[in-house]
Every structure is written in C-alpha cells, then in structure tokens.
C-alpha cells in the first residue's frame, strides 16, 4: 500500500467515514428510505428478478427496507458472504432470521451458499462504497472483496453503489485492479454513469 494513490484513498476514506458518523440519525433514516424508494422505481429493478445486495452496518446508508422490499415483491436477493481469502460468495435473502453476526461487524446469510459466480446471474447488481467520481469509479473500503466480485459481472448488468449526495462527484483515486461502478443511488435519486 505505498503507493500514492493508495496513501490518497486512505485519507480519504478517513474523512468520508469520519463525516458518516457524524450524520444524525433521522436524516440517515429519511435517506434509506429515499434511496429505496428510488430503486424501487427505476426501471432496471422493475425488470429485475434477481439483485445482489448487502447488509448495511455502522454508518453505511441503509439497505434494511430495501431488502424486505424487494424479497415482498418476491425478487431473488442474494448477499455477500465473505471467504477466507477476500473474495465474496453469496447466498439468498430469506428476510432478517436468515442473517447472522460475522467477522468484521457484519451480518451474514445463513442460507445456502450460491457460489462466488452467482453475482453474474443477477439482473442488478447494489454495493456498498464511500464514494464516487463522474466516471463511476467507486471508493470502497480497502478490501478489494468488491473489485474481486465486480469483475464476474456481465457487461451491461446495472452496478450502482449507494451513497449519500454529498459523496457524489468527488476526486477519487484508481488504480489498475479498481471497477467503476454504472450508477449511484442518493437520497435525491439514481445518476447513471
């Protein structure tokens, strides 16, 4: 990690996450249930019959509703799962008693496994990040698990990451192993890349 781009992106997920925490709690909840109103209505998710998803933890924008609603319109929803090595498997959504604590924080299916290539089976694809430039390229957390998972993603499918407005259009550092993302979904709506 020492390259200059990597020492950017460090600081500037500190400052991203640092601004997260700070966020009042009611505008965190009016801004989930804003984005998934907004997917919800795209025209992409209304195709769709299966999305990959995730569970939101800490400061990340919400994706509970999101996930319950798309499992009530009867929508395959598969989560991450995260491998030993980095990588993501992913296993179907079967409401919030299907999920439970692992490593990191997060939340994890209980389910069946589906496989690290069930990613490229989904007609939508809605990922976690911190931000993101006019390009699409996304600022993750420094794992590398998503770059990993996008790049089994069929052309073409929608890969939109959700964030909050104020993480839109900003500076972000590439390099060669990052993917960019098709869109981003804020509270204010979806922005196609």
Known sequence: MGSSQAVAKTGLRDQ????????????VTAGARAR??????????ARAASVAAYVSVGSEP??????DALRDLDRRVLLPVLRPDGDLDW?????PASLAPAGRGLLEPV?????RDAIATCDVVVVPGLAVDAAGMRLGRGGGSYDRALARVPRGTPVWVLLHEDELDRAVPAEPHDRAVTGAVTESGVRRF
């Open 16 to 27: 991203l996450l640092a601004a997260r925490r700070r966020r009042p709690l009611a505008e």
């Open 36 to 45: 998934t109103a907004h997917l919800l209505d795209s025209p992409e998710l």
């Open 62 to 67: 919400g994706t509970t509703e999101l996930l």
């Open 91 to 95: 296993a179907p959504y079967d409401g």
């Open 111 to 115: 389910t069946a496994r589906a496989g």
